[in-house]
């Protein structure tokens, strides 16, 4: 019944209430001790008063016994002596911090009670001692919430259920592209084949005789498509012609004379800036 067999696949143990894990040193097994009073866990037998904790009134956790004979949680008791005047909330009689002692025989016999485990909602049948409880957690309960075991993704799942949702239904899982092969994670495969794969045939975004183009051909064509947008290349000494590519190769044949007269007088116009900053240079202007 508590068997230590784990699954393949890690995970982080996700409990219900704050828990933290503490080792019994007289039994090496790790146990559950609740980060406030004592065990509300469901036993699969009542519960006798002599295993309650006089203050929070839950099953003992960690028991201290006090010199007038009564038990509490060792947060219990922690609480009680941080008053300045601890007194036992049983019988009223003055608490001795010196005289109050660990109680291990009331706390072994409380780690030996039976109880159902905390996923008997989801589906748990197991039945288990207290002091097993969480290495059944940890490692055997199928019905134990566990997250995902990859870190972009942030569902959590029964652990019953864990490899199939990594293998089949994770978004995170790995895809391979059809177009490159590469893999690619699933949540992600639709963009990459839209935007990012070089391998998908595209065409011309400006309808240009090419039909079927890779991706990665498309930057090289852009710069030679016949209908992609250009601008004159005596652009810069003032010509303002626009076109695409075919009608910028016509008219720089057909422009030979308008673009040496934009020539000159781009030369000229340097030529008097040149002198009218040499002037400034020597205190002539």
Known sequence: ????????????????????????????TPVFVPEQGGYKEKFVKTVEDKYKCEKCHLVLCSPKQTECGHRFCESCMAALLSSSSPK???????IVKDKV???????????????????????????????????????DCHFEELPCVRPDCKEKVLRKDLRDHVEKACKYREATCSHCKSQVPMIALQKHEDTDCPCVVVSCPHKCSVQTLLRSELSAHLSECVNAPSTCSFKRYGCVFQGTNQQIKAHEASSAVQHVNLLKEWSNSLEKKVGCTLSCCYGIC
């Open 1 to 28: 019944m508590e068997s230590s067999k784990k699954m393949d696949s890690p995970g982080a143990l996700q409990t219900n209430p704050p828990l933290k894990l503490h080792t019994d040193r007289s039994a090496g």
């Open 88 to 94: 036992c909330t049983a019988c009223q009689e003055s």
């Open 101 to 139: 002692f660990k109680d291990n025989c009331c706390k072994r016999e409380i780690l030996a009670l039976q109880i159902y485990c905390r996923n008997e909602s989801r589906g748990c049948a197991e039945q288990l001692t207290l002091g097993h409880l969480l290495v059944h957690l940890k490692n």
